[in-house]
T-cell receptor, first 117, second 114 residues
Framework: AQKVTQAQTEISVVEKEDVTLDCVYE???????LFWYKQPPSGELVFLIR??????QNEISGRYSWNFQKSTSSFNFTITASQVVDSAVYFC??????????????FGTGTQLKVEL | DSGVTQTPKHLITATGQRVTLRCSPR?????VYWYQQSLDQGLQFLIQ???????AKGNILERFSAQQFPDLHSELNLSSLELGDSALYFC?????????????FGPGTRLTVT
């Protein structure tokens, strides 16, 4: 069975602070995919990033960066110089190996990020 | 805008009733997924269809059913509704082939059962 744990229920920061959202996962699969999604107050789910289990390179996209560590089963997400528009719920998700027909996502419980002025 | 459309956006109905939620996937995507987001259960996978056939099933109640039509749109039918079925229902779609792991979500249908 697959499981994703986001221990931080809510984080509050002041604008321009850096913030890291933690994600720990469990799976018996040797290959898998990890994701981060953002859910702003409007409610839609926005895809942020996908990471293959066999690619442990960290990734940076603008103010966003992701640290994947297979040894600790973690896939953490850092926002640098946070902005009010970053306020949202962030979900980490896990998918089983690619089968060609698609796969279900197992989501964590989400971390509510509040960025204040 | 992900390209996935869902209707209606909001739905209010009474216990015991039946409703149908509709989803149109992104152009060219063959897979459709349904997820339920509730305060109690979080975001949970319900069911997946691929090119008209059921591919995977999650925690979907027997009162719920879904199908994917030849034009690839999908419908989720919820019957004998209970208060606990109140939730945000998301549809997602993904392409086939090597990018099938990329799921793009629609805006959701918010169901309120009174």
């Amino acid at each position: 069975a697959q499981k994703v744990t986001q221990a931080q229920t809510e984080i509050s920061v002041v604008e321009k602070e850096d913030v890291t959202l933690d994600c720990v996962y469990e799976t018996r699969d040797t290959t898998y995919y990890l994701f981060w999604y953002k859910q702003p107050p409007s409610g839609e789910l926005v895809f942020l990033i996908r990471r293959n289990s066999f690619d442990e390179q960290n990734e940076i996209s603008g103010r966003y960066s992701w640290n994947f560590q297979k040894s600790t089963s973690s896939f953490n997400f850092t926002i640098t110089a946070s902005q009010v528009v970053d306020s949202a719920v962030y979900f980490c998700a896990l998918s089983p190996p690619f089968t060609g027909g698609g796969n279900k996502l197992t989501f964590g419980t989400g971390t509510q990020l509040k960025v204040e002025l | 805008d992900s390209g996935v459309t869902q209707t209606p956006k909001h739905l209010i109905t009474a216990t015991g009733q039946r409703v149908t939620l509709r989803c149109s996937p992104r152009s060219g995507d063959l897979s459709v997924y349904w997820y339920q987001q509730s305060l109690d259960q979080g975001l949970q996978f319900l069911i997946q269809y691929y090119n008209g056939e059921e591919r995977a099933k999650g925690n979907i109640l027997e009162r719920f059913s879904a199908q994917q039509f030849p034009d690839l749109h999908s419908e989720l039918n919820l019957s004998s509704l209970e208060l606990g079925d109140s939730a945000l229902y998301f549809c997602a779609s993904s392409p086939s082939g090597s990018r099938s792991y990329e799921q793009y979500f629609g805006p959701g249908t918010r169901l309120t059962v009174t």
